[in-house]
């Protein structure tokens, strides 16, 4: 049985949950991925399992080969998501690229990326979102794309806005987009956020602070590419994505 | 060269207007004869039904093929909405959120070459996502004989009748589902 933390009561002032936080991290190795139980983000309390997880090393498992897609779910406008309405979206217009490679640097080709995220007062297109914040009847904030031979995905939007949510009060969670990832295998799958540079709620942030390790926390993070921004049109980000996972390649390439 | 992956983060709660797609429970085309349902419910570690859990099925084809297919989130390139599967291609993936009863049921064909389905569960609260398998036969392999005897049966499927099987999930607690690492 791996240890049990308490619950976090509520009402816990940011003061209060950065110190939770910190005591937290300070237990912990440089793991890559967040612990599954973060007492921080009360959310996880009671939604993750206590018993280790059973190593499965089978060449022959199904989930080292994994979903393919093609240009058959996507359209050509679905990287756009401010051109999916009649008007343009408020907010700051964005560009955001990069690449998805696996651990051994090889690029995860002609898979499927999706993107969904608030809108630029920091509110999504879902019912249960009731903060006070405007919806943008011309802003949905969810695209997809399929990576090129390189790699490569590429979205045009909006910057998000920063929203509060009820994990401690004055809870703020800073700008992000949420990313889905498909790899070459079922065991590649990543959903992750992505984060932007500079941010001041990055030190509050229970949700990006459970990633323990600050080496591992700045690969959430995008970096702002001058390079990237469109004249009189966008700023542009870049931020690469490297998914974890063995995969039935790697595997025949061990042999 | 070994690079460092990217972190995960939870899939939180406002995904539902953005991944769950039409026809994502319906992996198996129109009609087909030998059409099975797996269904089942999500529970917390209080017992209680997880609403908010988006899960995805991954299989190899009847014949044993493992190279799917594209197609699972079909467009129409008028409107550009999900028309969904074309009713013939089976492409291996399901993606079915939850309801707000915690309940999900994917219809789908069997497996071919193995007694399970891949099945990997986001949820709001999860910070990682966990991976399980839905055995629709208690067929010694390789996972099956390096799971205790004990906590076996999180892996296996009831059938309740013919073609029909309930698998629940567990996220903790007494008769925690085992969960899969694959390194």
């Given at each position: 049985?791996?240890?049990?933390?308490?619950?976090?009561?509520?009402?816990l002032?940011?003061?209060?949950?950065?110190?939770?936080?910190a005591?937290?991290?300070?237990?912990?190795?440089?793991?890559?991925h967040?612990?599954r139980?973060?007492?921080?983000?009360?959310?996880?309390?009671l939604?993750?399992?206590?018993?280790?997880?059973?190593?499965?090393?089978?060449?022959?498992?199904?989930?080292l080969?994994?979903?393919?897609?093609?240009?058959?779910?996507?359209?050509?406008?679905?990287?756009?998501?401010?051109?999916?309405?009649?008007?343009?979206?408020?907010?700051?217009?964005?560009?955001?690229?990069?690449?998805?490679?696996?651990?051994?640097g090889r690029?995860?080709?002609?898979?499927?990326?999706?993107?969904?995220q608030?809108?630029?007062?920091?509110?999504?297109?879902?019912?249960?979102?009731?903060?006070?914040?405007?919806?943008d009847?011309?802003?949905?904030?969810?695209?997809?794309?399929?990576t090129?031979?390189?790699?490569?995905?590429?979205?045009t939007?909006?910057?998000?806005?920063?929203?509060?949510?009820?994990?401690?009060?004055?809870?703020?969670?800073?700008?992000?987009?949420?990313?889905?990832?498909?790899?070459t295998?079922?065991?590649?799958?990543?959903?992750?956020?992505?984060?932007?540079?500079g941010?001041p709620?990055?030190?509050?942030?229970?949700?990006l602070?459970?990633?323990t390790?600050?080496?591992?926390?700045a690969?959430?993070?995008?970096?702002?590419?001058?390079?990237?921004s469109?004249?009189e049109?966008s700023?542009?980000y870049?931020?690469?994505i490297?998914?974890?996972?063995?995969?039935?390649?790697?595997?025949?390439?061990?042999? | 060269?070994?690079?460092?992956?990217?972190?995960?983060?939870?899939?939180g709660p406002?995904?539902?207007?953005?991944?769950?797609?039409?026809?994502?429970?319906?992996?198996a085309?129109?009609?087909?004869?030998?059409?099975?349902?797996?269904?089942g419910?999500v529970?917390?570690?209080?017992?209680?039904?997880?609403p908010?859990?988006?899960?995805?099925?991954?299989?190899?084809?009847?014949?044993?093929?493992?190279?799917?297919?594209?197609?699972?989130?079909?467009?129409?390139?008028?409107?550009g909405?999900?028309?969904?599967?074309?009713?013939?291609?089976?492409?291996?993936?399901?993606r079915?959120?939850?309801?707000?009863?915690?309940?999900?049921?994917v219809?789908?064909?069997?497996?071919?070459?193995?007694?399970?389905?891949?099945v990997l569960v986001?949820?709001?609260?999860?910070?990682?996502h966990?991976?399980?398998?839905?055995?629709?036969?208690?067929?010694?392999?390789?996972?099956?004989?390096?799971?205790?005897?004990?906590?076996?049966?999180t892996?296996?499927?009831?059938?309740?009748?013919?073609g029909?099987?309930?698998?629940?999930i567990?996220?903790?607690?007494?008769?925690?589902?085992?969960?899969?690492?694959?390194?």
């Amino acid at each position: 049985m791996t240890h049990v933390a308490a619950p976090l009561p509520d009402g816990l002032s940011q003061e209060q949950m950065d110190a939770e936080v910190a005591k937290v991290q300070a237990g912990t190795d440089g793991a890559v991925h967040p612990p599954r139980g973060f007492p921080p983000y009360r959310s996880s309390t009671l939604r993750h399992p206590r018993q280790p997880l059973i190593p499965v090393r089978d060449p022959e498992a199904v989930e080292l080969s994994g979903p393919a897609f093609g240009l058959t779910d996507v359209t050509a406008l679905d990287r756009d998501l401010t051109r999916q309405h009649a008007g343009e979206p408020l907010g700051e217009r964005i560009t955001v690229t990069g690449r998805v490679t696996d651990r051994q640097g090889r690029p995860i080709r002609r898979q499927l990326v999706e993107l969904w995220q608030a809108n630029a007062s920091g509110r999504y297109a879902h019912q249960l979102d009731q903060h006070p914040a405007p919806l943008d009847p011309n802003f949905t904030g969810f695209g997809r794309c399929l990576t090129d031979d390189e790699g490569r995905y590429s979205f045009t939007t909006i910057k998000p806005g920063a929203y509060p949510w009820r994990n401690h009060v004055n809870a703020w969670r800073p700008a992000h987009l949420h990313f889905s990832l498909f790899g070459t295998a079922f065991t590649q799958r990543l959903v992750t956020q992505m984060y932007f540079p500079g941010d001041p709620l990055f030190a509050h942030d229970p949700v990006l602070q459970s990633v323990t390790d600050p080496a591992a926390r700045a690969r959430l993070v995008a970096a702002y590419d001058h390079g990237l921004s469109v004249p009189e049109w966008s700023l542009g980000y870049r931020w690469d994505i490297v998914l974890d996972g063995p995969s039935a390649t790697l595997f025949e390439e061990d042999r | 060269m070994s690079l460092v992956p990217t972190p995960s983060q939870t899939v939180g709660p406002f995904y539902g207007y953005a991944l769950p797609f039409p026809g994502g429970a319906e992996v198996a085309p129109v009609g087909h004869p030998d059409l099975i349902t797996v269904h089942g419910y999500v529970y917390d570690g209080a017992g209680q039904p997880v609403p908010d859990a988006l899960l995805e099925t991954w299989q190899p084809a009847p014949d044993g093929s493992r190279g799917g297919a594209p197609g699972s989130m079909r467009r129409d390139p008028v409107t550009g909405r999900i028309v969904g599967r074309d009713g013939v291609t089976f492409t291996g993936f399901g993606r079915i959120a939850t309801d707000a009863d915690g309940h999900y049921a994917v219809r789908t064909l069997p497996p071919g070459g193995v007694p399970y389905l891949c099945v990997l569960v986001f949820a709001r609260g999860l910070l990682h996502h966990l991976y399980t398998r839905a055995y629709l036969r208690a067929e010694e392999d390789a996972l099956l004989s390096a799971v205790p005897a004990e906590r076996r049966g999180t892996l296996l499927a009831v059938e309740e009748r013919p073609g029909t099987y309930r698998f629940d999930i567990r996220l903790q607690g007494p008769g925690e589902t085992v969960f899969l690492d694959f390194g």
